[in-house]
């Protein structure tokens, strides 16, 4: 039996065309998990990690159209709150593919922390923008908050 560590990307559960519904997400989630299910089926163990850049996105433009109502969340809550309903999302279509395939094996969702050495200079530079554009104040005030903000292609 051997170990298979599998990546799902977060574009990868969006398709090219979809608005990215949590229908679509989870619709193609569960198409994904069925090559899982073969895996297991062949005997292997499977880990599986997910991205989740549009996810995060779209979790930022929520939190923006609610501005002035509800408080502020710092970037990486919402890169929590992401992977802990990407995971539920990945478990739960896991879990109905290997009962499609009558298979018994148990699956798990695991929330992770990343430990950034605050000193790298990357920091300082980020190269993958997710979310919304910005007005320039309110980035500003945003910067001092949390996360670095970078612009992005003259867009905001």
């Known amino acids: 039996m051997s170990l298979i560590v599998a990546a799902l990307g977060g574009n990868a559960i969006i ?16 198409e994904s998990m069925g090559y899982i299910a073969h895996l297991v089926r062949a005997g292997h163990r499977v880990v599986l990690t997910h991205g989740n850049g549009p996810q995060v996105g779209f979790i ?18 919402d890169v929590a709150q992401s992977q802990g309903s990407m995971g ?8 109905n593919q ?5 298979l018994d094996t148990k699956v798990a969702s695991v ?3 990343v430990l950034v050495d605050p000193h790298d200079p990357a920091v300082e530079h980020p190269t993958k923008p997710v979310g919304p554009f910005y ?19 003259g867009r905001g």
């Open 88 to 95: 539920y999302m990945i478990a739960q279509s896991l879990m």
């Open 98 to 102: 290997l009962k499609d395939h009558y």
């Open 135 to 153: 007005e320039k104040a309110y980035m500003e005030e945003l910067e001092r908050c949390s996360h670095a903000m970078v612009e992005d292609s």
């Open 15 to 30: 398709k090219p065309g979809q608005k990215g519904t949590i229908r679509e997400q989870f619709d193609n989630t569960f």
């Open 60 to 77: 930022m433009i929520q939190e923006e159209a609610a501005r002035g109502k509800v408080p502020y969340v710092p970037l990486n809550v």
């Open 111 to 113: 929330v992770t922390q």
